[in-house]
């Protein structure tokens, strides 16, 4: 990793030379997609004489499509036929904008989309205008991202940290929370871990998908992961993102792996249809053994209310969001309802991090919501386990999270059961931090969590509940309208409610609702009755509540031996100072 940090400072550094003629937050345009294609350059350096041999040959053949044959002579799934490459194109400085935009046209279709998508031809104006680009080019000449020094997965850790530090100094923070290697690897541990002895089998194929890929870093951890465990086994990677860098960034590395890179697909996860002016989801008739996804936390879906809401009113349970619909102030749950949407019926996992509020924000009622989703999710015998994890995990936030882990096709022992488990203290501390991150989840600790889980017992880090154990029923206690100290009552001889003494009682799904009555409530208003035809349904996991551990006050003799100590150290200090 010292190749990596050297690298990626260096690249850092690169931006300095934009300072006067670009505004911070536009750093990234120039820097991203030239690290991409010095990444592009570097790997296919071994192999540019044979392709441009190969390109020579069979140029005047009529061939309608030339990139299957040079990518063979590539020995990836692109080339580029160009005869420039960055050594070659600071060579000629006085032509630099021609040639590099003659190199870059000089790709294959589908490496030239991705450099297409960061708009850099009008960067390489900007910067022939302001005698830059020979200045910039020179520098991403002299980094060596060549394969065989920089990985792809070192390649996904350098790219983020640029990302991260862009979008830091243009104080582009909002809703972007890049997910940390150690979570990924403990979240996709914890999605493998029952299905080992499948993935161990010889010529074995599964496909994972990932609805807001990103960069693509959940999706190499998982095939790193796979590969690490049997080489023979194929994992086929599927991914959405909407911002236009963070794909182009994803399907190049899938590219350069080896991956079909046209199953990284661009637009927005949570639109059914596409419309003019962006797609929509681009798998919505697909299923995948394994989902997996970190989607922007807290973040407003007003920009796609409507079609979320035709979705939900017009195709119900047909569609993906037919449970509810949550507040328009966080989208987690549409996420999570999209990725359930693509479970296989014969059985998939699932994989998510969320925020608290998904846990408990949304109350019964006559209109679907939060609690509505997290009901039809347990009821359905969906949710397998929630991970608390440690707070500061993340680089720009230092929010509380949580992994939810689903399946469809839970083990007999898990059926109708929940498994919580508490990670808040599974944590090192960093030695120097990140942005908001100031923690981290060591490979030990990560280990331990996943027996944890894998264990299925009760400890003082895991509890297991039955599903029933979250719902409670929702029920509105009426009290009767008194005048001159009589109960009025309607034609049929009943009490008349008083409204101003309405009140509401949460009762476990597991208690009797008459006993529960006699017991907690009519002690104390006798006239008291339910009126049943308000009772509804609810559920919420109540995370601290399963795990609050008592600590007792200190004792008042403690308290005053620490203020006498703090009086006298106070008291010598004013002494130092007169004297």
Not at 126 to 131: C, G, P
């Amino acid at each position: 990793m010292t190749n990596v940090k050297e690298s990626a400072n260096f690249i850092w550094s690169i931006a300095d030379l934009l300072r006067g003629d670009y505004k911070q937050s536009d750093y990234g345009k120039v820097i991203l997609p030239f690290t991409v294609l010095r990444r592009l350059d570097c790997v296919l350096e071994n192999t540019k004489v044979n392709v441009l041999k190969k390109y020579d040959q069979v140029k005047n053949m009529n061939i309608q499509n030339l990139d299957p044959i040079l990518n063979k002579e590539a020995g990836y799934n692109f080339h580029n036929r160009s005869n420039f490459n960055f050594d070659k194109l600071i060579a000629d400085p006085n032509n630099l904008a021609s040639n590099l935009r003659n190199y870059i046209n000089g790709f294959s279709q589908e490496a030239r989309e991705i450099i297409e998508e960061f708009n850099f031809d009008v960067q390489i104006t900007i910067l022939d205008d302001n005698n830059l680009l020979f200045m910039v080019l020179k520098r991403f000449q002299e980094v060596d991202l060549h394969p065989e020094k920089v990985t792809s997965l070192e390649m996904g850790y350098m790219f983020e940290e640029l990302i991260r530090k862009f979008a830091e100094i243009s104080n582009d923070t909002a809703g972007e929370h890049f997910t940390p290697r150690e979570v990924i690897k403990l979240m996709v541990n914890l999605l493998f871990m029952n299905d080992r002895d499948i993935l161990t089998k010889k010529g074995v194929v599964k496909t994972i998908f990932d609805c807001c890929a990103g960069t693509g870093g959940m999706l190499s951890v998982a095939e790193e992961y796979l590969n690490e465990l049997n080489p023979d086994a194929r994992l086929q990677v599927f991914g959405q993102e909407l911002n236009s860098e963070s794909y182009a960034i994803c399907k190049s590395d899938m590219l350069i792996k080896g991956q079909k890179a046209s199953n990284i697909e661009k637009g927005n996860s949570l639109k059914y249809k596409d419309s003019p002016k962006q797609k929509g989801d681009q798998f919505r008739n697909q299923k995948f053994d394994y989902l997996i996804t970190n989607p922007p936390f807290g973040v407003k879906w007003g920009k796609v209310a409507k079609e979320v809401q035709e979705e939900h009113d017009d195709l119900g349970h047909g569609g993906r969001f037919g449970p509810g619909l949550p507040s328009k102030s966080d989208g987690s749950f549409l996420f999570l309802m999209n990725l359930i949407s693509k479970m296989k019926p014969e059985g998939s996992r699932l994989a998510i991090v969320l925020n608290g509020s998904p846990l408990f924000s949304g109350s019964p009622s006559s209109k679907k919501n939060e609690s509505s989703i997290r009901q039809w999710i347990i009821e359905n015998d969906l949710l397998e386990a929630v991970i608390a994890l440690p707070d500061q995990l993340f680089y720009n936030t230092g929010i509380s999270t949580y992994i939810w882990l689903l399946s469809n096709h839970k083990e007999p022992e898990r059926r109708g059961k929940v498994q919580l488990i508490n990670g808040v203290g599974f944590y090192e501390k960093m030695s120097k931090s990140l942005g908001n991150k100031r923690k981290e989840i060591s490979d030990s600790q990560i280990e331990q969590l996943t027996q944890v889980y894998g264990n299925f017992d009760e400890s003082e880090f895991c509890k297991v509940f039955d599903n029933k154990d979250f719902g409670y029923h929702k029920v509105t206690v009426e009290r009767p309208l008194k005048k001159s100290g009589k109960i009025v009552k309607d034609k049929n001889g009943k009490p008349k409610p008083d409204s101003s003494l309405r009140d509401t009682e949460n009762i476990p799904l597991k208690e009797d609702i008459q006993e529960y009555m006699k017991r907690e409530v009519l002690p104390h208003v006798p006239y008291a009755w339910i009126d049943e035809s308000k009772t509804k349904t609810g559920y919420e996991i109540n995370f601290t509540k399963y795990f609050y551990e008592y600590k007792p006050l200190r004792s008042l003799d403690e308290i005053r031996a620490d203020i006498l100590a703090l009086e006298e150290e106070t008291d010598n200090m004013v002494k130092q100072v007169i004297s």
